[in-house]
């Protein structure tokens, strides 16, 4: 067994034995959401890490609440081992909630494009398939038209040697992970992070 599947591997079986530990209380969130909140819907490779970085980063800056999930397949309510598959089409990712009186909807797509690598089609380090694809899922017209934006700055001023293969796309069904994968390193430290999962040093985009 080669080197490059153990990532896969540590992934794929660690959630099946993993006791839940989470301390959920998806009505009192609600509760708190305001009524001009927003999705923000990301794909970036496995989920787990992509969830970490943005509520580390965000989580006292406008952002609500966070669930990692499946979206932009054919099959309904799929199961996390039917997604690893790739067979239902689906990119695992992450929905933020956030306020936009507190944070912007481009300071969220900047911040996407420093933590993965989004010129890897279909890959995130040893992690691949159309599961771990880089993609935005835009929740309206304005939302694209700032991701088209950012997108296009992001390739000219930060990934310059290599092209940006990352799907822009209309947000279809989501469907939410399962519990387990909810917080899934705050739950389990020390857990899989995938190596292509940091925050680069870029510059602002001018």
């Known amino acids: 067994m080669s080197i490059t599947m153990m990532p896969f591997l540590n992934r794929l079986f660690r959630p099946f034995t993993s006791s839940t530990r989470l301390s959920l209380n998806p009505e009192s969130a609600a509760q708190n959401i305001p009524a001009n ?3 923000c819907t990301v794909a970036a490779g496995c989920f787990w890490g992509v969830e970490h970085l943005f509520r580390k980063q ?29 067979r239902t089409g689906h990119a695992e990712s992450l929905q933020v909630i956030f ?11 900047e911040f996407f494009y420093k933590m993965h690598d989004p010129t890897t089609k279909n890959r995130q380090g040893g992690d691949t398939g159309t599961q771990y694809r880089s993609a935005i899922f835009y929740h309206n017209e304005e939302q694209e038209k700032e991701a088209r934006e950012i997108t296009d700055k992001a390739q000219q001023q930060w990934w310059k040697s290599s092209k940006i293969t990352t799907e822009i796309l209309p947000a279809g069904e989501w469907w939410d992970a399962e519990t387990y994968h909810q917080l899934y390193l705050e739950s389990n430290p020390g857990g899989y992070e995938c190596p292509a999962h940091y925050v680069r040093s870029f510059p602002a985009l001018s």
């Open 58 to 86: 965000f989580g006292n800056k406008g952002l609500l609440d966070a669930k990692v999930g499946y979206i932009g397949g054919d099959s309904k309510n799929p199961s996390y081992r039917a997604v690893c598959s790739g």
């Open 99 to 109: 306020d936009p009186e507190k944070v912007t909807y481009s300071s969220l797509l």
């Open 37 to 39: 909140a927003q999705k």
